[in-house]
């Protein structure tokens, strides 16, 4: 019987995200497959939980509906900030992701949609958020 993936488990795979209309999005960056700690948030929650169950040797083709995936944009997640925010010097242009720092102290990126000389309209939902995924990937090894 092989070993299927845990909630906690320890992974080398090999990935390719793709969008619906086929798009690559991301790959895996090492040939010989990159490792990955499920349940320390390196990937978003909603692919790792997908993960979960699959066994040990095997390639899968695993399609993921917006809700499943990233979710919908949110229209909240959508602000319009003072101009005065950024550094006056700072070149911005619509489409330029920027990363903004939390009260927390965590990072987070934003995406400009528009400008004008009194405010910089961000969105910061995921990039992903609203669209259909596809994820093709092999599950070389579990490791203990």
Request: aromatic share 6%.
């Amino acid at each position: 019987m092989s070993k299927t993936i845990q909630p906690d488990s320890r992974i080398r795979w090999r990935y390719k995200l793709f969008l619906a209309d086929g798009y690559l999005v991301e790959t895996s960056e090492d040939p010989d497959g990159d490792i990955l700690q499920l349940g320390q948030g390196e990937i978003h929650s909603n692919l790792e939980s997908a993960l979960v169950g699959l066994p040990e040797g095997d390639k899968f083709r695993l399609i993921l509906l917006a809700s499943e995936a990233f979710g919908m944009p949110d229209p909240d997640a959508i602000q319009q900030l003072p101009r005065e925010r950024f550094p006056e010097d700072m070149k911005l242009a619509e489409g330029q992701i920027i990363s903004f720092e939390l009260p927390s102290g965590q990072e987070t990126p934003g995406e400009i949609l528009s400008i004008s000389d009194e405010s910089v309209e961000v969105d910061f939902n995921h990039p992903l958020a609203g669209h259909h995924l596809t994820f093709e990937l092999e599950i070389l090894a579990i490791l203990d």
